[in-house]
């Protein structure tokens, strides 16, 4: 059997360290913010797997669909012998690409939990004995480095996770994406599309509340790790549609005049009713517009392929030789 290798680039305190400084930078701010990545503690990646299946929430069967039709196309085109996957999780969506990849060397797993890096590494080489999986605990919004594999290389980024990130931060995560690589190395991009807004905004609010409990979720990460007093039943989920900036948010928007107090962080939060705290954008994609972002860090798309409504697509696109 080949071996399984699991590889900490981030310190131990790591992730306590990063709430601390997200949230006293994130609730010290007027408009108040909390990046997306504390929904996903246990029961908010649970909450998570419960909106994937909901009939509202299209693009996960949508990107789906895609790698299940496209997935031998991708591993033709990107000739790849070493798969990354950024913010792997369980790896699921990624076995109907090494199923296309039967010639695949090394399969290099990134994500912050080690326990789901560790779960889906094993799992795979028992079911794939011939692969070599890799896996790196690594935050690849803050800078990574790879470990020597033979290329050509494939970069995933898949589920549409890029629209979380502002603009100025996608162009910044591209860039370093493309430090990566070498020319002729590949990115596959999972991209939301502009639609219909009542499309979008069911999407995330559906009609069961799930989402609206994943919202609220991040209240609950603040509470048990940093003593804080986040009363849930005080705020409510909040989906919006930007025209301007064409992206979803959710937010969470206090019911009544409050103030919360986080102990770690000697912090008292006031909000007044009806304030809101942004706890996500998700970006929407123009084809023309995902182009042109590659193309700014040093990328050709190559490839585009949507599902069969146009809702979702996944773009192939190779790192070429006069990056910035």
């Known amino acids: 059997m080949s071996p399984f290798l699991l590889t900490r680039t981030l310190p131990e305190d790591a992730t306590d360290a990063a709430l601390r400084a997200d ?8 408009p108040k913010t909390l990046p997306p990545k504390w929904f996903y503690d ?30 031998g196309g991708i591993a033709a085109a990107s000739g790849a012998r070493t798969l990354v996957e950024l913010g792997s999780g369980s790896s699921e969506k990624t076995r109907h690409l090494l199923d296309a990849m039967p010639e695949l060397h090394t399969y290099v797993p990134v994500d912050v939990s080690e326990s ?10 028992a079911e794939r004995p011939g692969l070599n999986v890799h896996a790196l605990i690594a935050d690849f919004t803050a800078g990574l480095t790879l470990p020597d594999t033979p290329g050509p ?5 898949l589920g549409g996770t890029i629209g979380n990130l502002l603009p100025a931060e996608r162009a910044a995560f591209l860039a370093s994406v493309r430090s990566l690589l070498s020319p002729g190395d ?40 940093l003593g804080a007093d986040f009363d849930l039943d005080a ?16 937010r969470l928007r206090s019911r009544v005049t409050q103030t919360v107090k986080i102990p770690a ?9 009806g304030e809101e705290l942004r706890t996500e954008i998700s970006a929407k994609f123009r084809a023309d517009g995902v182009r042109g972002e590659l193309a700014a860090a040093g990328f050709a798309l190559t490839h585009w392929w949507t599902d069969s ?8 696109s190779e790192a070429v030789e006069n990056s910035p």
Do not use: C
């Open 23 to 30: 949230v006293l930078h994130g609730l010290g701010h007027l």
């Open 42 to 71: 246990a029961h908010g990646s649970a909450l998570f797997e419960k909106i994937t299946e909901l009939p509202e929430y299209y693009p996960t069967r949508a990107e789906r669909e895609i790698l299940l039709a496209r997935a």
């Open 116 to 125: 789901a890096l560790t779960q889906a590494g094993h799992a795979l080489i």
């Open 153 to 157: 290389r494939l970069v995933a980024f």
């Open 186 to 225: 590949t990115l596959l991009l999972g991209t939301d599309l502009v639609k219909d807004a009542s499309v979008l905004v069911t999407a995330y609010d559906d009609a069961a509340g799930v989402t609206a409990a994943f919202n609220k979720n991040v209240l609950s990460v603040v509470d048990r790790e």
């Open 235 to 250: 705020f409510e989920h909040v989906a919006l549609w930007d025209p301007e900036n064409e992206w979803i948010e959710m």
């Open 265 to 273: 962080l000697d912090l008292a939060v006031h909000f007044a009713e």
């Open 309 to 316: 409504e146009g809702r979702f697509a996944l773009s192939l």
